[in-house]
């Protein structure tokens, strides 16, 4: 079992920044990818950032230039630095662990809502 906890939503105007952070613990690979996920009302999941333990990172088209994902492995964690924030970015943002395995272990926290006033 891994545990993920986010921390760092809050509302924002326009124009805005904020810092998101995930701890995890329990049972953590060393080789996984960690990942910021966003759900907005009445939308579908979607991939914002991703990096792997190599350093590999992927970012949503909609928020390349804007937000920087990092990690920090001896402290089991990953942050998104959100700059330059829109009313679209609003959402709720859920940290991901991923371990392929096999057998892949796929975990989410809880979430943590970001609101962007315009």
């Known amino acids: 079992q891994v545990q993920l906890v986010e921390s760092g939503g809050g509302f924002v105007q326009a124009g805005g920044s904020l810092r998101l952070s995930c701890a995890a613990s329990g049972n953590i690979f060393a080789i996984n990818t960690m990942s910021w996920y966003r759900q907005a009302p009445g939308k579908q999941r979607e991939l914002v950032a991703s990096i792997t333990n190599t350093g590999f990172i992927r970012y949503a088209n909609s928020v390349k230039g804007r937000f920087i994902i990092s990690r920090v492995d001896a402290e089991n964690s990953v942050y998104l630095q959100m700059n330059s924030l829109k009313p679209e970015d609003t959402a709720v943002y859920y940290c991901?662990?991923?371990?392929?395995?096999?057998?892949?272990?796929?975990?989410w926290g809880q979430g943590t809502q970001v609101t962007v006033s315009s």
């Open positions: 991901n662990y991923l371990h392929w395995g096999p057998p892949e272990l796929n975990y």
